[in-house]
């Protein structure tokens, strides 16, 4: 943990020209506002800065909009970005009057959610493994008008464009639909850029293993080597920072959207996850796969509340167009060993400090903070209550018939089922005031929003469907 004497020497000895405070809204979008290095002293970092927040969507009213940024000394790092100097800091937000940890702010919420862990006496500490997923295209457009509803995207190396005429020629060289994964180049075209994205996160200190090109044309992923929860939520929105600015230095645009284009497969972000007490793993044990009971009755709570989950895990209407059968989704709610189609699989270990529980459904749409609190705090709930998860499913649950099929629960198949879930099932995230009502009715009310927006426009496909009915 470093002390302000530390940061302040930091800031000095690296001639920081600027110190960029950084926070995060509710739907997990990297928010910051930047000070004159000059002016961050003892008094600053010990106080905070005072900022409105009413600007941020889901957050304060008007008449009472006053927040404090708190920055977190243990998080520094340098932006390999920004052409003058800058030093960058996590902050929490607090209320300035009291100096609490402000209900609605999603990096506050993983703050509790790993306090409670202590306190619930299970492990000291929660660590967590995303595999965020993501799309570079050349070209995008889209349009919302009252009149016209369209999007385009277009990449060079894109399977669509084998016959596109280009000044220099055609190569051919693109992989097929669903037929992206692990070609060298010049099909994966996507190496340079990735080593770029993945060498600038090493700089800004962050830990990180591997990439490669993914299942979908013009698909990617990077490796986030395990971290504890709130840490790892921060290296996460810097993961994401860091492609899409080198995406643009390169002149392409990245996204997380999970299902930007049809009939291929979509993003995801497998999470896997792992509690420590102490120096003992807790999910190594003697039962399946090398899992002990504890891990069992985590599994057991992810699946119980695996629809609540979906509301913080898959909080965008996009994500449920990844989540349908024949595209490698897991939409099914079963556990196995090595098995991709379960929605939470076991991964293959060399060593039991490396045992874990890995849940498939989640995408990098998520808010970290909310998705990783939310998870461990079902998972804890699993534990709590002896909440077996069953059988393990041992067969390949994409080719399963469809009466055993049929005996098998989904996650959600929509935003709205999953809010209408979160509802009637929020009792779990509760506990030691991790999460309260007051946050998840305001999140919810964002949700809401952006479910009537796409709700009450007209699509493209409704025209093809309906126009001459």
Same mark, same amino acid.
């Given at each position: 943990?470093?002390?302000?004497?530390?940061?302040?020497?930091?800031?000095?000895?690296?001639?920081?020209?600027?110190?960029?405070?950084?926070?995060?809204?509710?739907?997990?979008?990297?928010?910051?506002?930047?000070?004159?290095?000059?002016?961050?002293?003892?008094?600053?970092?010990?106080?905070?800065?005072?900022?409105?927040?009413?600007?941020?969507?889901?957050?304060?009213?008007?008449?009472?909009?006053?927040?404090?940024?708190?920055?977190?000394?243990?998080?520094?790092?340098?932006?390999?970005?920004?052409?003058?100097?800058?030093?960058?800091?996590?902050?929490?937000?607090?209320?300035?009057?009291?100096?609490?940890?402000?209900?609605?702010?999603?990096?506050?919420?993983?703050?509790?959610?790993?306090?409670?862990?202590?306190?619930?006496?299970?492990?000291?500490?929660?660590?967590?493994?995303?595999?965020?997923?993501?799309?570079?295209?050349?070209?995008?457009?889209?349009?919302?008008?009252?009149?016209?509803?369209?999007?385009?995207?277009?990449?060079?190396?894109?399977?669509?464009?084998?016959?596109?005429?280009?000044?220099?020629?055609?190569?051919?060289?693109?992989?097929?639909?669903?037929?992206?994964?692990?070609?060298?180049?010049?099909?994966?075209?996507?190496?340079?850029?990735?080593?770029?994205?993945?060498?600038?996160?090493?700089?800004?200190?962050?830990?990180?293993?591997?990439?490669?090109?993914?299942?979908?044309?013009?698909?990617?992923?990077?490796? %986030?080597? $395990?971290?504890? &929860?709130?840490?790892?939520?921060? =290296?996460?929105? /810097?993961? !994401?920072?860091?492609?899409?600015?080198? *995406?643009?230095?390169?002149?392409?645009?990245?996204?997380?959207?999970?299902?930007?284009?049809?009939?291929?497969?979509?993003?995801?972000?497998?999470?896997?996850?792992?509690?420590?007490?102490?120096?003992?793993?807790?999910?190594?044990?003697?039962?399946?796969?090398?899992?002990?009971?504890?891990?069992?009755?985590?599994?057991?709570?992810?699946?119980?509340?695996?629809?609540?989950?979906?509301?913080?895990?898959?909080?965008?209407?996009?994500?449920?167009?990844?989540?349908?059968?024949?595209?490698?989704?897991?939409?099914?709610?079963?556990?196995?060993?090595?098995?991709?189609?379960?929605?939470?699989?076991?991964?293959?270990?060399?060593?039991?400090?490396?045992?874990?529980?890995?849940?498939?459904?989640?995408?990098?749409?998520?808010?970290?903070? %909310?998705? $990783?609190?939310? &998870?461990?705090?079902?998972?804890? =709930?699993?534990? /709590?209550? !002896?909440?077996?998860?069953?059988?393990? *499913?041992?067969?390949?649950?994409?080719?399963?018939?469809?009466?055993?099929?049929?005996?098998?629960?989904?996650?959600?198949?929509?935003?709205?089922?999953?809010?209408?879930?979160?509802?009637?099932?929020?009792?779990?995230?509760?506990?030691?005031?991790?999460?309260?009502?007051?946050?998840?009715?305001?999140?919810?009310?964002?949700?809401?929003?952006?479910?009537?927006?796409?709700?009450?426009?007209?699509?493209?496909?409704?025209?093809?469907?309906?126009?001459?009915?």
């Amino acid at each position: 943990m470093s002390t302000i004497k530390n940061v302040l020497s930091e800031i000095k000895k690296g001639e920081f020209e600027y110190v960029d405070m950084r926070f995060t809204d509710p739907r997990g979008k990297l928010q910051h506002v930047t000070v004159m290095a000059s002016e961050v002293d003892e008094s600053f970092l010990k106080s905070g800065w005072m900022f409105d927040g009413s600007s941020i969507a889901g957050w304060k009213s008007i008449n009472e909009s006053d927040m404090k940024l708190m920055p977190d000394l243990s998080s520094g790092y340098m932006d390999p970005f920004y052409s003058e100097k800058t030093f960058c800091l996590h902050c929490n937000v607090v209320e300035p009057e009291s100096g609490k940890l402000y209900d609605r702010d999603p990096r506050s919420t993983a703050v509790k959610a790993e306090e409670f862990l202590v306190k619930s006496k299970i492990g000291t500490k929660a660590f967590f493994g995303p595999e965020a997923e993501f799309f570079l295209f050349d070209n995008v457009k889209f349009s919302n008008a009252m009149n016209k509803v369209s999007f385009e995207v277009d990449a060079a190396d894109a399977s669509w464009n084998t016959d596109t005429d280009y000044e220099m020629g055609n190569m051919g060289h693109r992989p097929g639909v669903k037929g992206g994964y692990f070609p060298v180049n010049p099909t994966d075209a996507g190496q340079d850029i990735r080593s770029e994205m993945l060498s600038t996160m090493k700089r800004m200190g962050m830990n990180v293993d591997k990439h490669h090109h993914e299942v979908a044309s013009c698909q990617h992923e990077l490796g %986030l080597v $395990f971290g504890s &929860l709130k840490n790892q939520a921060d =290296d996460l929105l /810097k993961y !994401k920072y860091v492609i899409q600015n080198v *995406a643009h230095s390169y002149g392409k645009t990245a996204t997380f959207m999970p299902k930007p284009i049809a009939n291929d497969n979509g993003t995801g972000m497998h999470v896997n996850m792992s509690i420590w007490n102490g120096n003992n793993p807790v999910f190594s044990g003697k039962e399946y796969a090398g899992l002990s009971e504890t891990a069992l009755y985590y599994i057991g709570g992810l699946l119980k509340h695996a629809k609540a989950l979906n509301a913080f895990t898959n909080p965008s209407t996009n994500s449920y167009k990844r989540l349908i059968p024949g595209f490698e989704a897991p939409v099914l709610l079963a556990y196995s060993a090595k098995n991709r189609s379960a929605s939470v699989r076991i991964p293959y270990i060399e060593t039991s400090k490396a045992t874990r529980v890995e849940c498939r459904f989640p995408d990098p749409t998520a808010n970290p903070y %909310l998705a $990783f609190s939310a &998870l461990l705090m079902a998972g804890l =709930d699993g534990i /709590k209550n !002896k909440i077996h998860p069953g059988d393990p *499913a041992t067969k390949d649950l994409y080719d399963l018939p469809p009466d055993e099929l049929a005996s098998i629960p989904t996650v959600c198949g929509s935003l709205r089922e999953a809010l209408g879930s979160l509802e009637a099932d929020h009792g779990f995230l509760l506990e030691g005031g991790v999460f309260n009502v007051d946050q998840i009715e305001g999140y919810m009310e964002l949700k809401w929003e952006e479910i009537y927006a796409v709700e009450h426009t007209p699509h493209p496909v409704e025209y093809g469907l309906y126009y001459s009915l």
